[in-house]
């Protein structure tokens, strides 16, 4: 089985194309928690509140990292989608660190963003515009044939 992490942006549904393209595939897939309130806020949830906003935000990431380093840590491979409307710094980081524990990279943007994106996509195996081509990706490493 092919174990594949999401990471990156959560404000469209890239995921679920990928999950849907992929259905008879021998995959696995897994992410980071993608409601936005719960990922901000997991950290004083569990931990205790804060009333500094850099502290509460400070305990989220770390929780969050915990999961993010477990997921792509077990990934076969890491797609890293980076979105129009948002910044998203932390799926450079996902990555960047995918790419240092030598996981295939698949990264996934548009044009628009090739110019201030090119050291994250010099540090991957592929890089996509469409979640289609990510399936494609996935369809040719599990069975070696092309599309059509």
Same mark, same amino acid.
């Given at each position: 089985m092919l174990k594949v992490y999401l990471s990156g942006e959560i404000?469209?549904?890239?995921?679920?194309?990928?999950?849907?393209?992929a259905e008879g595939l021998d995959v696995a897939f897994s992410s980071p928690v993608t409601d936005h309130a719960a990922s901000d806020d997991c950290g004083v949830a569990i931990?205790?509140?804060e009333p500094n906003k850099y502290w509460h935000d400070h305990k989220g990431a770390m929780v969050n990292a915990i999961r993010?380093? @477990?997921?792509i840590s077990d990934a076969d491979i890491v797609v890293?989608?980076?979105g129009d409307k948002y910044k998203q710094w932390n799926a450079a980081f996902d990555?960047?660190?995918a790419a240092a524990l030598g996981k295939s990279v698949i990264v996934l943007h548009g044009p628009d963003h090739q110019h201030a994106l090119k050291e994250v996509d010099a540090a991957a195996l592929a890089v996509a515009e469409e979640p289609r081509q990510v399936v494609e990706i996935? @369809?040719?490493?599990?069975t070696g044939q092309l599309p059509g």
């Amino acid at each position: 089985m092919l174990k594949v992490y999401l990471s990156g942006e959560i404000h469209t549904d890239w995921r679920e194309q990928i999950i849907a393209g992929a259905e008879g595939l021998d995959v696995a897939f897994s992410s980071p928690v993608t409601d936005h309130a719960a990922s901000d806020d997991c950290g004083v949830a569990i931990l205790g509140a804060e009333p500094n906003k850099y502290w509460h935000d400070h305990k989220g990431a770390m929780v969050n990292a915990i999961r993010t380093r @477990k997921g792509i840590s077990d990934a076969d491979i890491v797609v890293v989608r980076f979105g129009d409307k948002y910044k998203q710094w932390n799926a450079a980081f996902d990555a960047g660190y995918a790419a240092a524990l030598g996981k295939s990279v698949i990264v996934l943007h548009g044009p628009d963003h090739q110019h201030a994106l090119k050291e994250v996509d010099a540090a991957a195996l592929a890089v996509a515009e469409e979640p289609r081509q990510v399936v494609e990706i996935l @369809k040719y490493v599990l069975t070696g044939q092309l599309p059509g």
